[in-house]
């Protein structure tokens, strides 16, 4: 239960995180002796616990949200009308449908409320305080502005702080701000919750609690991210024109009856069948059915899908937003080929660099020159001493005993400061030029020097040390491209270094600074102030482009913050694009949420898995290529069987409506429309299974093409059923209730053969073939409904006689749809749309 803080309103404490440490305890009221408990539980009271709000909506609110929409309207008034008229039958099975369509999406993850329950498991549990001058360990929650706490190696820092003191720490907020390394902290700088101390105690100055802090900012990020997907979109569309189209013909064909004569319940009767007929009932349900058959087969592919629509957005990404550390490198330190001084070696400058290096503090930099030495390099002496790397000296020294019983020292640290070692040595005079040569290439440097036997400091070298790229990024790259995905590198390092990553996986060098997209003011990339020193180049200016137009060209974005990551996804979106987002960080669980495609690589926090639509289980961005294809595939299952849906309630809706008003003549009986969507939507769900061929570009609804095919096949579907009529009625004089029979079957057969029209936009005979359980499906239903037919099951019986000849009729008809459709599919290439699509549009 919530206790009395959590009902108090929270007062917003503003303090910048760029002002100076005595304007900070100015500002809160506070000192560096810490507060009081009094004072501590009254700010507690004003600002509220330091935790993250979490939204909690009605679950029964949630679940009848999902009966709100164009299709489940239609639905709905089909089932009321159901009863109304006392055909209970038709009432239960519209009422099963209708709670399915609801159920399968009430069970899809709801992203927001995840990743924050995720942000939040992240965050310490206690924290040690300093309060009435004495030291306390306290629950994290109960932190507040103008608390003084204790910080040690390994604790997750609990909320935003000012370091205090003359102490310094490193740590690890490569989850928040993407940032490949640890950066150091002085007296003053900012600390930042959720981030990881890996070097170092110290007393710091808490400024920001809960959702006042970066931590808090990027959760209500989450909150607000998220966007409607193009399934969602494409489901209400066809809703619409459906809408429409019943509309008209009901209103037409209630008009001409009453003008009859007719009953009232008999009116009833006939919007009833015209209803049922016009609203696909199963549309929904089958197509969440097919996505969620290929979430299985993703899930087989190492592509777990958290959100079903993702499945379709997935194969119609045409922008892929990749971040950098740990998706597209190794996230591990590593030394490249070294700059040497005259006179010195690889091996020899490698050597004395491990010296002054110790594996027991973990230090990245001190892991990856252990890692890059020679295994001889401990031979070179015994450590006697050593000096660890602190912000003030910026290097590390260790005092070496040699074989012969001399003393050398060795250091490593800051080119700068090493070149100042080794003042009087030539080669000390190009260090700069050797540090300048790696940062251009994004490489930070590191110097490395010895003394001589005379005691004189000489300079060995300068080692180039960065995060190397994954050995199947540049091929992952190449193979996107052929996809017709243009991937675009997001990093929170500096530009130099991204543009470097850039060029060696072959994306393109035209790397922006992230601050550089928008006019008003940023947060401030950290200072690294490490040992390392790194060159930041000048940021690119502003040019006549608006911000969404230099996203849109751009290769890459570095010194990017979660608000930039989140802004940069809205703006290729805002240009039309199909958005794809891949992280693994707290800092990416925003931008996950609001592309269309979310996508959590392997190793990914839990904030980012919750806020991804598809969470990757393999290492790599190889897996990215295979899910796409099979995704593309899926899509062309949906779109097959909306063409399919569409023709046949166009061809179901025609007839009833233009046999009532031209003959006056019922041509199909509620139960026989009950019958059709049974048997054809029952057994279409088998086309999730379907072999299909997937884009060879990114998909999208082209809703044009749909209504096109969909429309000309419906259209033919009308026509050869009156022609049937007409040789059944007016040349054989068959009674009207055996023509019902003959029509019911020539519908339900001719609905099947459809779908073989419509899986492909070639003819019906090209691979690949039909999947084999989905013609075992339409050959059993037809059967079943043949038998149907034939025996007079709540209808007059055909006899087999007849059944054969409908069968016979209904497939030269088949022959003849699938040539409209190649010549539907030739005019619209002749006559494309005149507006530009990002996305290559594509049909069945």
Sequence with gaps: MPDDHDRQPRTHQVVAADEPLPAVLAALDASERGLTAEEARARLGRNGPNEIAEERRNPLLEFLGYFWGPIAWMIEVALVLSLLVRHWTDAVIIGVLLAMNGGVAFAEEHQAANAIAALKQRLATTARVRRDDTWQTVPVRELVAGDVIRLRLGDVIPADARLLGAGSLDVDQSALTGESLPVGRGSGEVLYSGAVVVRGEADALVYATGADS????????????????????AVVRIGQYLIVAALVLVTLTVVVSVARGSRVLTVLEFALVVLIASVPVALPAVLSVTMAVGARQLARRQAVVSHLPAVEELGGIDVLCSDKTGTLTQNRLAVATPWTAPGADAAELLAAAALASRAEDRDPIDLAVLAAAPQEADSGGEVVAFTPFDPVSKRTEATVTTPGNGRQRVSKGAPQVIAGLCAGDPAAERVEEAVEDFAARGYRALGVARTDASGRW?????????????????????????LGLEVKMVTGDQTAIGREVARRIGLGENILAADTLTAEPSTAVPDTGDEEQSVRPRPVGADAQSPAARVEAADGFAQVFPEHKYTIVKLLQERGHIVGMTGDGVNDAPALKQADAGIAVSGATDAARAAADVVLLAPGLSVIVDAIRQAREIFARMVSYATYRIAETIRVLLLISLAIVAFDFFPVTPVMIVFLALLNDGAILSIAYDHV???????????????????????????????????????????????RTLIYLKLSVSGHLTVFVTRTRHPFWTRPAPAPVMLAAVLGTQLVATLIAVNGLLMTPLGWGWAAAVWGYALLWFLVEDRVKLAAHRWLDQHPQQAPARATPVSP
């Design 214 to 233: 970066f931590f808090g900012r990027t959760t209500s990020l989450v909150q607000e991210a998220g966007t409607v997907s193009h399934f969602q979109r």
């Design 458 to 482: 000489r300079l060995l070298g300068v080692l180039p040390l960065a995060d190397p790229p994954r050995e199947d990024s540049a091929a992952t790259v190449a193979a996107a491209r052929e």
């Design 693 to 739: 061929r997937g884009a060879e570009k990114p998909a999208s609804w082209d809703m044009r093409t749909v209504m096109v095919i969909a429309a000309s096949i419906g259209l033919m579907g009308v026509a050869e059923t009156f022609l049937l009529f007409s040789l059944a009625d007016q040349v054989l004089g068959l009674d009207r209730d055996l023509v």
